[in-house]
Structure formats: structure tokens, C-alpha cells
């Protein structure tokens, strides 16, 4: 398991690639691979968004996304989880999380990577603030509900 | 009793500042650590709070040398 | 949208990138990527697999493939989608399937990504002979379930 | 008509051919098709049926030209 905040840009695919061949233990053992990434986008709620600050809880996030992660394989037999959530000052296009799942059967990774996610979304102490292209700054209010 | 209190987010904004060290007697709820620190404003409603790290309920105790902190809903993801 | 069968090893995530950077129209669009990627276990109903033989039908199998990526896209708003899949003579460890949807909102990525991965598993014609090391050859005879 | 029938994986190596190509007079359905091309055995139970790469039942009519396909449950993926 691993789980990183990133004050800088990142490349998902590459940090899943990496993580995936520095753990010689699955090599063989995972059939199934769910990958999930949030990226910024350049509208929200109706306006153009040029940039994004996100903020979080040093010390917290992280014992949240662990205590996530737990949770995840206590439910569903899983190999192994990665999840990068960047922080700071962030652009449209640029990835904002990717949670990565191994397990040995599809539907246990679909599952565990969604749960993840959602729980994440609703319990890991982030905080985004747009900056839209009329040069006003907002706080997002609440994440929507990623099961509806 | 030492607590530290932090703000993080909008809440942080509006407050204007990140962070109150407190000196006080006796226990206290997470509910009077925020009516200590902030005697003038209430808490907003869909605020979230944690002590040390982890969710708690604003009826919980806090002990010498907490962390206590107040957010707003999480938007991460 | 793109459906490829594929006769080599290929990478999954380099074809997701790949792609993802060739759809010029999707950047900034985009707020979730799901993406599962199958891979070749060494074990399989408690034998150790060597090798792997996957037959396809010519023709049927990608016909097959663009109805499910359509049904998926009649179904949930979906930006784009990428499916791989190998054919031909695969070793353990090396990816048989790449599935990625990218979607404005992860919900309907999450939805339409295992759409397609249930659907391809019961419609798509291809067909595993997996080689077990005690020199075995043996016609995989039915998927799993992978919503239970 | 001709027919042109094809077979796939297990089937084809248990039926030791990958195809037939058929001349019959009339109509047929998929079934009578399998019969026509294999007297002396039975279509097994769980066999998928396709009629120019399309999925049909057994009986479904087929026509002059047609591409008609056996083959196991699906296992890719």
C-alpha cells in the first residue's frame, strides 16, 4: 500500500507503472487492475476555471486516506493500492487523484477502487478553490454524490 | 488545559487566521473549545471537526495537549 | 472511440496516454478516467499456468466490441473510450485487456468502464487455452461473474 | 444456397475443422444448419450460435451467403 500527497504535478500512468514494477510480490498474482484519476477540468457549475488551489490537512489526509485504504481491503480480497492526490496550485488538464487497486478477480478491484474514491470524496480533508476566468475566486461548497 | 485549534479552508478565510493556541481550565467539549475561541461568531452549521487527526462529534471531550480543528465540507478528488 | 485487437504485448498505459493525447478535443473536458486493465495470472483453479493461447473471430469480435462501447455510450454521457485486446500466444504477467472511459463526472466512468468489461467478457468472441505446467492444455469453459 | 459455416476454439479442435462450406436447397434454420454440416453429432448444449457476426438463435432462418458461426461460451477478456 501507498499513499502520497504531491506538491507538484504528476503523471498517473507513471507512478502506477512504477509502483506496479517495484512490487515483485504480484508479479504473476493480479488479473485484474482498476485505475481511477480525477483531472481538472476547465469549466465547473457553468463558468470557465483557469486554475485551482487545493488544500489540505498535513497529517490528517494522509491517516484519512490510510484509514480508506483499510477499510477498502478489510472488505475485498486486495493484492495492493496506490493512491497520489496532489495539493497546490494546480491547471486545468493536470491530474488531481489516482487510486490504483491490484486484485486477483475484476469485480473485487472495480468495487474497492469506487469505494475508495467515494470515500475519499467525502471524508479525505481537501479543500478546492477555483479561480474562474472572470478572475473571481470560489470555494467548492460539496462534492457530489459519485453512486447517483 | 493547552488546545490548539485550527482552521483550515473557506472557514480559515472568513475567521482570518489558521490557528488559536488556548489556555483553559476544567474539560470542555469541542463544541465550548469553539465558543472560547470564537465567542462572537457560531459555528457554521455543515462544519466538520477533528480532534488529534480523527472525525469526532462536537459533544466529545477534548484533553490536555489536543489538536482540535474545524473545516468545512471536504471537496478533494 | 477506438477498438484495437492487438497480436503483440502491449503496454496499457502507454496506449491510454497515447490516446488520451491524440483526442485533442477531450482536453480540459475530461474530470474522470476510469480505466481496468486484465492481466495474466500464473495460477488459475489451483493449477500453475505457464502460457496462454487467446482465439478470437476475426471481424465478429470487433463488431461485437463497437455495439457494447456503443451501448455503453447510449447508456452514461461518455467523452471517449479505448479498449485493447490481446490475441495470440500470451505469457503470465503480460496484459490481456485495457478498458478506459473518460467521462466529465467520475460516477458514469465508474459505470460505463464496468459496463463494457461485463459485456466483453460474456459477448466479445475470444476463447483462453491456458497451458498448465504439467504440460496440460485446457479450454477455459466459462467467465466469472464480475458483478457478485 | 451456400453457407459458409465456421467453428471456434474447443468445438473446432474436439470437430477437427475450422469450416464447411455448404450448398443446400431451401431454407434452413441455424439448427438444421449444424445437422446438415454435422449428421452424427449434436450441437453441445452451452454453443453460441452467430449469423453474419451477429448472435442468433437456433432458430433463426438463414439465407444465401450467409457466414454462420459455432462456437463455445466467451471466455476473453
Not at chain 1, 490504483?100 to 468495487?111: E, I, K, L, P, Q
Not at chain 1, 469505494?115 to 460539496?142: C, G, H, N, Q
Amino acid at each position: 500500500m501507498n499513499i502520497k500527497i504531491s506538491l507538484e504535478a504528476f503523471d498517473p500512468m507513471r507512478e502506477v507503472q512504477i509502483y506496479q514494477h517495484s512490487s515483485k510480490e504480484m508479479a504473476g498474482k493480479f488479473g485484474a487492475t482498476s485505475i481511477f484519476i480525477g483531472t481538472m477540468r476547465d469549466f465547473n457549475e457553468g463558468n470557465d476555471v483557469i486554475g485551482m488551489t487545493l488544500e489540505h490537512y498535513p497529517g490528517m489526509t494522509e491517516k484519512q486516506l490510510e484509514k480508506i485504504v483499510a477499510e477498502a481491503t478489510s472488505q475485498w480480497p486486495v493484492l495492493d493500492v496506490l493512491v497520489v492526490h496532489r495539493v497546490g496550485d494546480i491547471l486545468p488538464n493536470e491530474p488531481i487523484v489516482v487510486v490504483a487497486v491490484w486484485t486477483s478477480h475484476r469485480g473485487n478491484a472495480f468495487d474497492a477502487s469506487r469505494y475508495i474514491m467515494e470515500a475519499l470524496k467525502t471524508k479525505a480533508p481537501f479543500w478546492k478553490k477555483e479561480l474562474l476566468k472572470s478572475d473571481v475566486e470560489r470555494w467548492l461548497v460539496k462534492n457530489t454524490d459519485g453512486y447517483l | 488545559m493547552s488546545i490548539r485549534v485550527r482552521y483550515f479552508a473557506s472557514l480559515k478565510e472568513s475567521l482570518g487566521r489558521s490557528e488559536d493556541n488556548l489556555e483553559i481550565d476544567g474539560l470542555a467539549t469541542v463544541n465550548e473549545i469553539w465558543r472560547y475561541a470564537n465567542p462572537d461568531k457560531a459555528l457554521p452549521d455543515n462544519c466538520l471537526a477533528a480532534v488529534n487527526m480523527a472525525y469526532v462529534n462536537l459533544i466529545d471531550t477534548v484533553k490536555d495537549g489536543d489538536e482540535v480543528a474545524f473545516f468545512p465540507p471536504v471537496t478533494g478528488g
